[in-house]
C-alpha cells in the first residue's frame, strides 16, 4: 500500500478544545491500535470509526510543544517514534518537542495497547493526520488575523510566514487556532520533504533512565503504600487448604496477612520485609487438578502429532494424494519448550482502591482492557478506574495478561489501603502465563524433482497457531498444502511471547527447507527462489506475505553476508521469514570453538518500509535477532509433578554479552507505508543457527534449546 | 530493630533496618534511590550494581551490616548532571531499549574502566558479561563502552 497524501475525514473526527486554562490547545484524534495482527486498517480510512482514535498535541502560548505519546512503551521506542509522526507533519523542530506518556483515557485514547508490532503501522497515518491538520489551523488562523489567503503561507519549524515576509509563531495563534472549524482534505508531506522521520533520534527518556530516576513501574511510590508480597500456589493446579502466618505477623514491619482466593497477600513497610514475610508463611496446598511433568507433555504432544484429531486451518488440494504418489518424502518432528518471558522488571502494579474512585499505575501493555477487568472484578463503574502507564522494564507479551494489576486491586480493596503488590524473580519465573510447549512434525512430498506436497502439523499445550498463520510461507507456493492444529489442554498457563505464534515455527520451518533442499539436490536459496516466483501474481487473497519483498530481502541478505564465500572455519545458515506484515532474512555466521558452536555474526535484512526511526529500528532489529539466538540455544522451562523447576538465574540460562554476535542490520530502501519491528527478526533466527550448526557439524538440530540437545561428543570439526 | 550509618553519594544517612537487609531495599524503599534495580536478588543479573569504595557490588548481596564506613555510589552519585564519560557514551550510542538494566550496566562499566582504562574488545565483553539485558542491547552496550574508554584514555 503506497502512502497516500490526502486523506479524508468528517468533522466529527476531531475532537476539539478550545483554549485550555494555562492557555493554548488541545487536539484530540482518535488513534486505533490493535494488538492482533489480522487487523487491517481499510484503504479508505473515512471508513474507520473515529472513536477509536486519538492522540493529542498541546500547544502553549509560548509555542512549546507538548505531545503525548499514546501507547505503551516497552522498550520497542514507540514513545519515541509516534510522536516523530505528529511532529513531522506539525512542522516542529524535533528539540522543541516534549513528550509525555498518555494516560489511559477512557474517551480518547480507546485502545492503548502495545502488541503485534502494530504501533507504527496503525499509527502511521492517523498521527500524521493529526500533525498536519493542527498546522493548517494555525496557519488558518494566521492567515485570519493577517488578512491574508491561507494558501499565501508557509510554515517553517514553528513559525508561519506570508507572502510580505511577516511572521508568527504558533504560540502567537494557537489560542484562536483552537476556535476555528476543523478542516478536512489536509495534505500530508512528501516523503522527501521528511525533516523529523527517517532521522535518528534518540530515545525520548535516554536522560532519565542514565540518571537513575524513577521511570518503572516497580519505582513508583505513594504516601501511605503498602508493600505486598504474594505467595501463590507453588505447583499448577493446587488449591490453598490452610496456612500458618504466626511467623510472619511477628515480623517486624509486617502489618497484615490476607487471604485473597488461592493466594496470601503479605503487607508491609518495605519490598524486602513483605519478601521475609511470605517466606515465613506455611501453608498446606491440596493438589486439585493433575500434575504435570515434561515427560508427561512430550509424551501428549508426540501422541497428538502421531494421532488423528486434528483440526485443519488450511487445505489446499490432496496431501495424502501427494505423499501416497510421492518418490521420496522427508518428514522431521521438531520440538520446544515451555519458556517463562523473564521481563528484566518483574511484575508489579499499584492500586489504590477508594469508595469513590480506583486508581492503577503501572507497567501494562494493555491498559484499557485491565481496567476494565478491574471494575468488573470489584463491581464497580468503568469510570470510576484511572490508570497511569509508567515506562516498563521489558514486556515481551507478558504484561499483556494484567493478572498482576487484578492482584494489585483486590488486595487493596481488602486491605482498604494503598498497594504495591512487587514479585520477587522466583515468583516472576513460576506463576505461568508462558510461552506454550510446542512440537511440530513437517512433511514434504518430492515427486520428479519437485515439491508436491507440504504438510505441517502442530500439537501445543492449549494452542498456538491461529487463523493467520497458515496464510504465511509456504502456502501458495505448493500445490497440496495442508495446515492441522491440535492441543492439549493443561492446567499450567500459557501465554503470547515475543512474536507468538511463529516463534518457534519459523525456526523448524526454515531448518525443514534447508534440509529439503539438500534432500532435493537444489541450491538452498534457489529453492525459496523458486518457490517464491510461483506465488507472483497470486489471485489468492488469504495469502499474507509479498513474494516480490520476500525475494528482496533474499537477495540482499546473499550480497551482504557474502553466502557461500565464507572463509574457513566460518560455517554459514539461511533463514527467511515474514510475520507481523514485516520481510526479513538472516544470515548466521558460526565458528566451532572446541566442538562448541558460536555465533560470530548475523546479517539481517529487513524489509519494514519507511523506517521511521532508524536508531530506534536497528535497537529492535539487533535486539530481535539476540533474543531468538538466546531462547532457541538457551532457553528451557521443565516441569516436575507441576512444579517449575528453574525460578532463578542460577538455574536458568539467559543469552549474556560473551554469547552475542555483531548483528549487521541492512533495510531494504522502500517508500512503503512503516510496517513493525518489535518482533519479527526474532522467529527465523533459531533456523539461521541451526542450518549454520549443521554446516559445521553435519547433525540437524530438531530440538531446542539446542546447546542442550547438540550432543557435543559427536560433534565433528 | 538496629540502626546503620550508610554514606551514599558523600552523603550520611541513617537508617533503621534488619541487619540481613540487602543495601538494595535500603536505597530503593527507605533513601528513595530507585535508580539502582532489583531484576533477580541473587546477584546473578547485575541490575542492582553500585560501586562500594569505587568496586562495582551487588546490592542485592551485600547486607546493611558490613558497609559502615564505606563510600557507596550510586547511579544517581555517578555525575552530578548525568555527565560521567559512560553515561555521556551511552547517550551518544543511544544504548537503551526498555533501559530497565543500564543502571547496572553504567555502573559495571564505570568501575571496569575505572581499573582498566584502555581495554580490549575481549576484556570488554568479559568485564560486561555478568549484566544482562533482556531486550539484547549488548551491541550497542558493547560500542558505548569503547566509545567511553576513547575519552578516558
Known amino acids: ?717 | 530493630m538496629p540502626t546503620f550509618q550508610l554514606k551514599i553519594n558523600g552523603e550520611t544517612h541513617t537508617i533503621e533496618a534488619e541487619e540481613n537487609t540487602p543495601l538494595l531495599w535500603v536505597l530503593r524503599d527507605q533513601i528513595d534511590l530507585v535508580g539502582t534495580k532489583y531484576g533477580c536478588g541473587i546477584g546473578q543479573c547485575g541490575a542492582c550494581t553500585v560501586h562500594v569504595d569505587g568496586e562495582a557490588t551487588r546490592s542485592c548481596l551485600q547486607t546493611v551490616s558490613v558497609l559502615a564506613g564505606k563510600e557507596i555510589t550510586t547511579i544517581e552519585g555517578l555525575s552530578e548532571y548525568g555527565t560521567h564519560p559512560v553515561q555521556e557514551a551511552w547517550k551518544a550510542v543511544d544504548v537503551p531499549q526498555c533501559g530497565y538494566c543500564q543502571s547496572g550496566q553504567i555502573m559495571t562499566a564505570s568501575a571496569f574502566l575505572n581499573e582498566n582504562a584502555n581495554p580490549s574488545k575481549s576484556e570488554i565483553r568479559d568485564a560486561m558479561h555478568g549484566n544482562i539485558c533482556r531486550c539484547a542491547s549488548y551491541n550497542s552496550i558493547e560500542k558505548a563502552v569503547e566509545v567511553a574508554a576513547s575519552k578516558l584514555s
Open chain 1, 1 to 717: 500500500m503506497q502512502t497516500s497524501k490526502t486523506i479524508k475525514f468528517s468533522r466529527r473526527s476531531f475532537l476539539q478544545t478550545s483554549s485550555l486554562a494555562s492557555g493554548g490547545m488541545l487536539i484530540g484524534f482518535n488513534l486505533f491500535t490493535a494488538c492482533k495482527a489480522d487487523i487491517k486498517p481499510p484503504e479508505d480510512l473515512s471508513l474507520l470509526n473515529y472513536n477509536d482514535f486519538n492522540a493529542f498535541i498541546k500547544i502553549s502560548n509560548e509555542g512549546k510543544v507538548t505531545i503525548f505519546a499514546p501507547n505503551p512503551e516497552i522498550g520497542q521506542g514507540v514513545k519515541t517514534s509516534m510522536p516523530m509522526l505528529i511532529a513531522e507533519e506539525l512542522d516542529v523542530a524535533w528539540k522543541d518537542v516534549h513528550v509525555v506518556q498518555g494516560a489511559l483515557d477512557n474517551e480518547n485514547f480507546s485502545r492503548q495497547v502495545a502488541g503485534g508490532s502494530q504501533s507504527l503501522r496503525h499509527g502511521w497515518l492517523p498521527l500524521r493526520q493529526t500533525g498536519a491538520t493542527a498546522r493548517q489551523m494555525l496557519i488558518n488562523a494566521a492567515a485570519a488575523q493577517w488578512g491574508v489567503l491561507p494558501s499565501e503561507c508557509s510554515t517553517k519549524e514553528g513559525l508561519i510566514s506570508n507572502a510580505s515576509g511577516e511572521t508568527l509563531g504558533y504560540g502567537d495563534v494557537v489560542v484562536a487556532a483552537a476556535t476555528l472549524p476543523v478542516p478536512e482534505d489536509v495534505e500530508l508531506k512528501d516523503q522527501k520533504a521528511f525533516n523529523i522521520i527517517g532521522k535518528d533520534i534518540s530515545n525520548v527518556d535516554i536522560d532519565e533512565i542514565i540518571t537513575g530516576k524513577s521511570l518503572f513501574g516497580l519505582d513508583y511510590k505513594r504516601e501511605g503504600m503498602q508493600y505486598v508480597s504474594v505467595l501463590r500456589p507453588p505447583a499448577f493446579g493446587q488449591v490453598l487448604e490452610s496456612f500458618d502466618d504466626s511467623a510472619t505477623r511477628a515480623i517486624a514491619g509486617v502489618n497484615d496477612v490476607i487471604k485473597f482466593g488461592n493466594k496470601i497477600a503479605v503487607l508491609a513497610t518495605n519490598t524486602w520485609t513483605a519478601m521475609q514475610g511470605k517466606n515465613a508463611l506455611k501453608a498446606v496446598w491440596n493438589q486439585d487438578t493433575k500434575a504435570e511433568s515434561t515427560a508427561f507433555h512430550d509424551e501428549t504432544l508426540l501422541g497428538l502429532l502421531d494421532g488423528n484429531s486434528f483440526e485443519t486451518l488450511r487445505k489446499d488440494g490432496d496431501v495424502k494424494k501427494a505423499f501416497a504418489d510421492a518418490d521420496q518424502v522427508l518428514e522431521r518432528t521438531y520440538e520446544s519448550p515451555f519458556m517463562p518471558h523473564n521481563c528484566m522488571e518483574p511484575m508489579n502494579f499499584f492500586a489504590n482502591v477508594t469508595t469513590d474512585k480506583i486508581e492503577l499505575v503501572g507497567p501494562i501493555q494493555t491498559p484499557a482492557w485491565t481496567s476494565t477487568r478491574v471494575a468488573e472484578l470489584l463491581g464497580r463503574d468503568e469510570s470510576e478506574v484511572s490508570l497511569q502507564m509508567t515506562r516498563m522494564g521489558g514486556g515481551f507479551g507478558r504484561r499483556l495478561y494484567g493478572d498482576f494489576a487484578l492482584e494489585a486491586a483486590e488486595v487493596s480493596h481488602l486491605a482498604k489501603s494503598p498497594v504495591k503488590v512487587i514479585f520477587s524473580r522466583e515468583d516472576d519465573m513460576t506463576d505461568g502465563i508462558y510461552r506454550p510447549a510446542i512440537k511440530y512434525r513437517i512433511a514434504a512430498a518430492i515427486k520428479d524433482g519437485k515439491l508436491t506436497g507440504y504438510h505441517l502439523k502442530e500439537a501445543a499445550i492449549n494452542g498456538n497457531m491461529y487463523g493467520l498463520i497458515p496464510n504465511f510461507f509456504p502456502a501458495g507456493a505448493i500445490e497440496n498444502y495442508q495446515v492441522d492444529v491440535a492441543n492439549y489442554k493443561s492446567n499450567i498457563t500459557t501465554g503470547a511471547w515475543r512474536a507468538p505464534f511463529t516463534n518457534v515455527l519459523a525456526s523448524f520451518e526454515q531448518s525443514f527447507f534447508d534440509e529439503l533442499a539438500q534432500v532435493m539436490g537444489v541450491d538452498r536459496i534457489q529453492l525459496h527462489l523458486d518457490l517464491l516466483q510461483k506465488v507472483k501474481g497470486t489471485t489468492d487473497e488469504r495469502i499474507q506475505y509479498s513474494p516480490e519483498r520476500l525475494e528482496g530481502v533474499i537477495k540482499m541478505a546473499v550480497e551482504k553476508s557474502g553466502w557461500g564465500k565464507s572463509s574457513e572455519g566460518i560455517y554459514q545458515g539461511f533463514a527467511v521469514y515474514y510475520c507481523h506484515n514485516t520481510h526479513v532474512a538472516e544470515v548466521a555466521d558460526i565458528i566451532m570453538d572446541n566442538g562448541i558452536p558460536v555465533v560470530k555474526k548475523v546479517t539481517c535484512v529487513v524489509d519494514c518500509g519507511v523506517v521511521v526511526n532508524p536508531l530506534g529500528a536497528k535497537n529492535q532489529v539487533v535486539g530481535g535477532v539476540i533474543d531468538g539466538i538466546g531462547h532457541s540455544m538457551y532457553g528451557e522451562l521443565t516441569f516436575k509433578d507441576g512444579k517449575p523447576e528453574s525460578n532463578n538465574y542460577n538455574t536458568y540460562q539467559l543469552i549474556r554479552m560473551g554469547q552475542t554476535p555483531q548483528v549487521e542490520v541492512h533495510f531494504v530502501d522502500s517508500d512503503m507505508d512503516p510496517t513493525g519491528l518489535g518482533e519479527p527478526t526474532l522467529p527465523p533466527i533459531g533456523g539461521a543457527v541451526a542450518n549454520a550448526i549443521y554446516a559445521a557439524t553435519g547433525k540437524r538440530l530438531t530440538k531446542q534449546p539446542y546447546m542442550k540437545n547438540l550432543d557435543v561428543e559427536k560433534v565433528i570439526g
